[in-house]
């Protein structure tokens, strides 16, 4: 009798390969492990629930516990923390309420996900201070809100989450303050989408901070006030609550310890098919696998080993392997990092590499345009202004990125991002066949115009 598929981890990644491999080989015993409760719920959905607009925490989650055992018979175990992988035994030791048993396995799946960075300040372990990656932490910031009624909250970081929640605190009353350190928020969406993010912040009320250090946080068991640097002196501001969303890395010590390999971005380094490799000769480990914000996946821009940990990454590298493990080899894919974050009344979205420096170094040699257009006809009702980036390397012509900024249209960028798969260049991308109707676009979309004008630039440079 084969040995179970056993995963490691009860989110995207993992859930998604254990669904997929029972549902192609019913006879297999999958067995997944989960150190929490919480398991197939939607991260990127926590901010809203915080802000109110979800009613309830468990409304993010998309398959409960119980439908996976009964439904899709998966042997679900929460509250279980692998803490051991021995690749030669094909076992992973698994501990609970104190003690531990030895699970072997006949593949597996590491989907151990990322944790929050934690940057080295003073006060963090205040009550009030917060970081939001997983289910608990969101539902401790929305009760915090709701028990203590605070009324200055300070947001460290303006990424995604960054932003993300300084909407989500003023949508519950509270006087926002935004911290980031280095020049611009949305630091991988580009200088033009960055700025008009930013003014909109400014426009709504949040006082934001940029190329501002954050020291520490200070109060009496319970935060008061954020420290950080103004010119050479250090200045202090309110905060009632504080929300620190810098960053995430991958949480690779249960694979490290194993002998895994380790990629150049520090996360697991995987094959095609998320295959693994032994740290000390660089051999495939043809039954271990990795998937998730946990893993490395290729950049279909340049071909090279990159960390993006996004939910459709996570999924579908999970599912690809669950097919393979089931006997139907399927590649994991890449990833272009598309994305797409709402800012109040605006919608920002980014695929490929924007940053000139990173396209160099890739050996591209990029040239770019930024255009506004109408995301409907002049005479139609409701069109918006929409701002486009678009980068193309300069003697290919290829496609490297986009990314788009308004208030509404921002999903758009799913049109470069399939580009960027398919290797397309500008003058492709231009000639495109997009639908057009005078409620949902002119007849040249933006993207088209982006190419257009982009493409007029590469033959004048030529």
């Keep these: ?105 006949g593949d597996l799946l ?63 009353g509270i006087d926002v303050s935004m911290y980031e350190m280095l020049p611009r928020t949305l630091q991988p969406f580009g200088e033009e989408t960055a700025r008009t993010v930013e003014d909109h912040l400014r426009e709504r009320g949040v006082d934001l901070h940029l190329e501002t250090a954050v020291s520490d946080f200070a109060g009496d068991e319970t935060v008061e006030t954020i420290a950080y640097e103004d010119g050479d002196a250090t200045a202090t501001a309110d905060a009632d609550l504080v929300v620190v969303g810098v960053g995430v890395a991958p949480n690779v010590e249960l694979a490290e310890d194993a002998g895994i390999e380790l990629g150049p971005t520090g996360a697991i380094a995987t094959d095609e098919y998320g295959r693994t490799f032994d740290a000390s000769d660089g051999s495939v480990i043809e039954s271990v696998y990795a998937a998730g914000d946990c893993a490395e996946v290729t950049n279909v821009v340049t071909g090279e080993p990159d960390h993006v940990p996004l939910a459709l990454t996570a999924n579908r590298a999970g599912r690809a392997i669950g097919s393979t493990v089931a006997g139907d080899p399927m590649r994991t894919g890449g990833t272009a990092g598309t994305a797409i974050v709402k800012a109040f009344d605006l919608g920002a979205a980014r695929t490929g590499i924007l940053d000139a420096e990173r396209a160099r170094s890739a050996g591209f040699e990029p040239v770019s345009v930024t255009i506004e257009a109408q995301t409907r006809p002049h005479y139609y009702p409701g069109a918006t202004k929409l701002t486009v980036t678009l980068v193309a390397d300069e003697s290919t012509g290829r496609v490297l990125g986009a990314s788009v900024v308004g208030k509404e249209g921002t999903k758009r960028i799913d049109t470069v991002a399939t580009a960027l798969s398919a290797e397309l260049t500008v003058s492709e991308l231009q000639n495109t066949d997009l639908a057009y109707a005078p409620p949902f676009s002119p007849v040249w979309d933006p993207i088209l115009t982006a190419a257009k004008v982009l493409g007029g630039k590469l033959q004048t440079e030529d």
């Design 1 to 105: 009798m084969t040995d179970p598929f056993v995963v490691v981890g009860g989110d995207a990644a993992g859930m998604s390969g254990a669904s997929k491999a029972k549902r192609d080989d019913p006879s297999r015993d999958v067995i997944v492990f989960e150190r929490g409760e919480w398991v197939s719920y939607a991260a990127c959905g926590m901010p809203y629930y915080v802000k109110g607009s979800v009613p309830e925490l468990d409304d993010l989650v998309a398959v409960t516990p119980e439908e996976f055992r009964e439904e899709r018979d998966v042997d679900l175990r929460t509250n279980h923390e692998v803490v051991g992988v021995d690749t030669d035994a094909k076992s992973v030791t698994v501990a609970r309420d104190g003690t531990t048993v030895e699970q072997r396995y």
């Design 110 to 172: 590491i989907g151990t996900g990322a944790s929050a960075i934690e940057p080295p300040f003073d006060g963090l372990d205040l009550e009030g201070v917060f970081t939001i990656h997983d289910m608990d932490e969101a539902d401790a910031i929305e009760r915090y809100v709701t028990e203590r009624d605070p009324e200055t909250a300070a947001v460290v970081g303006g990424g995604y989450v960054g932003v993300e929640m300084a909407e989500a605190l003023d949508g519950r």
